[in-house]
């Protein structure tokens, strides 16, 4: 291969000629477009009837609308057919009157001199008409119709010229080829700007002189279905291109970045980059300004097909700054360059940041949660304390009737237990009501050290107490912190337990007791 590229040459290329290996991309077919690139709109008007009429009304119009092969055609047609037509009139008046025949009698006073022929009577016309005047041929003042007639073909040559001549200015005036200097990107591109999603084009100005009062608009064509059922075929939506701020209202003395911001009031408000590939639209721009040195009204048009919409791409600056003056570089009006975007519509973006992460749950609100679940089913003084900042508060009532049920029957059954559990316990204790006093005899008369007594007890209280108090100790405990040691004893479970009560007490004590 390096032999080859030596011999040939570095622009000698390998090509594969086997058909069959060659894969060929499919070719997208050419969708139909509403206005061209160069603005020219593809509408025919067709079966009009007896509409036709009604051009003719506007002949001046119609005539400055055809275009220029047309223009000429009836310019040279309409003067020819002019010239012709009053040359013939004066070569019949020549006829009428005889002078043919008299051309040469010097004797014979003819309407005009020196006409012999309707060539001779053509150069009369061109002469008058051109006001060439050279003197040869002239009207006698015995010719009554003939100067008539000179007077019908000076009104009708003004006619003619002003009517011919105006409709050629108007038409070379016309400040359509000021628009071939009003230049459009190729492609229209969507990326961010100032964090928002925009679609965005460029418009340049290629001649020095300005536009007076540029303003640019754009509409979607696009074919929709109402929700009635009517097929609105190429229907028309404005975008928003700054119109209430003031942005639409162009200084064009150098390349500007036409920015429409996607928002809930966009048409591409549920635009993303995959349905974009299915979309089917036109972007028509439109920019309207006042030419410098006519003052007359230019107005410039392009369009954009969803193909040349381009996702996650930005223009490529064209400015810099040179020694005292601003250079625009052209070559690269249309390169764009890719930028990072995201690839899902505004909607879906706004959706996704409107619902909740789970991760922003607040942890401690959840543990919160569980100790009040615990207080609830372990304390009964949480219960009470509820109920009445429930009462107060009003919590309660904010919550759904079928949870407040629910937790109504919880508390009820709840407390219905402990009082149930407190009452048993209750009536154990009280049935061995003697003993405690023997207890405090025994504990009083005993050489065990107080020490000793005093520790069961508090071992005692401290693991049965919650076992054994009703609802009522509760309150009473949560007002008295302090109880004596014979309401301990006689609410301790080790009395209140099957059995006889000597079997708990210390041996020393068993023994004492056995003997009185």
């Not at 015995?142 to 050629?168: H, N, R, T, W």
Request: overall charge neutral; some cysteine.
């Amino acid at each position: 291969m390096a032999a080859l590229r030596r011999k040939f040459g570095e622009d000698y290329q390998v090509v594969n000629t086997n058909r069959a290996n060659t894969f060929s991309a499919p070719v997208k077919k050419k969708r139909q477009r509403f206005v061209d690139k160069n603005g020219r709109c593809n509408v025919q008007h067709g079966n009009l009837g007896g509409e036709t009429s009604r051009y003719l009304s506007d002949l001046f119009t119609t005539l400055v609308d055809l275009k220029w092969r047309w223009n000429m055609l009836i310019f040279i047609l309409t003067y020819t057919i002019a010239w012709l037509v009053m040359a013939s009139m004066w070569w019949i008046i020549a006829y009428i009157r005889g002078d043919l025949n008299h051309g040469h009698d010097s004797s014979y006073t003819p309407c005009v001199a020196n006409v012999y022929n309707f060539p001779s009577a053509f150069l009369f016309f061109i002469e008058t008409e051109a006001t060439i005047g050279y003197g040869y041929r002239y009207i006698t003042e015995k010719c009554p119709e003939g100067i008539i007639l000179f007077l019908f073909q000076s009104l009708l040559g003004s006619i003619v010229d002003a009517f011919l001549i105006g409709c050629m200015f108007i038409k070379m005036s016309q400040p359509k080829k000021r628009a071939e200097t009003l230049m459009f990107s190729q492609d229209a591109v969507i990326s961010q700007r100032d964090g928002k999603l925009c679609l965005m084009f460029r418009v340049g100005n290629l001649r020095n002189s300005h536009m007076v009062s540029a303003q640019i608009r754009c509409k979607l064509i696009k074919s929709r279905q109402t929700p009635e059922g009517e097929f609105l075929p190429l229907d028309q939506c404005e975008l928003d291109v700054g119109f209430g701020t003031g942005a639409d209202q162009l200084f064009l003395v150098s390349p500007l970045t036409i920015c429409h911001e996607i928002n809930p009031k966009s048409p591409f408000f549920e635009l993303s980059q995959r349905s974009l590939m299915n979309e089917q639209f036109e972007i028509v721009v439109i920019l309207e300004g006042i030419v410098e040195t006519t003052g007359m009204t230019c107005q410039a048009r392009t369009s954009y097909t969803e193909d040349e919409v381009l996702w996650g791409h930005r223009f490529l600056p064209v400015m810099s700054l040179e020694e005292g003056f601003f250079r625009v570089d052209y070559s690269q009006f249309h390169i764009t360059f890719e930028v990072p975007t995201p690839v899902y519509s505004v909607k879906e973006h706004e959706e996704k940041n409107s619902l909740p992460s789970p991760l922003s749950t607040p942890v401690h609100a959840l543990g919160e949660g569980h100790g009040a679940r615990r207080d609830r089913v372990f304390s009964v003084d949480y219960i009470n304390s509820l109920d009445e900042r429930g009462r107060h508060s009003g919590a309660g009532g904010r919550l759904p009737s079928k949870l407040q049920r629910m937790s109504s029957s919880g508390k009820e059954d709840l407390q219905r237990k402990v009082l149930l559990l407190s009452s048993q316990h209750s009536e154990k204790a009280c049935s061995t009501g003697d003993l405690p006093l023997k207890l405090q005899r025994l504990s009083s008369s005993s050489p065990v050290p107080e020490a000793e007594n005093r520790l069961q007890l508090k071992s005692l209280k401290v693991g049965f107490e919650p076992m054994t108090q009703s609802t009522g100790d509760l309150y009473q405990h949560s007002l008295q912190p302090s109880l004596s040691p014979a309401t301990v004893l006689m609410h301790t479970p080790l009395l209140t337990a099957g059995g006889r009560a000597e079997d708990n007490l210390p041996p020393k004590l068993r023994r004492m007791n056995a003997d009185r």
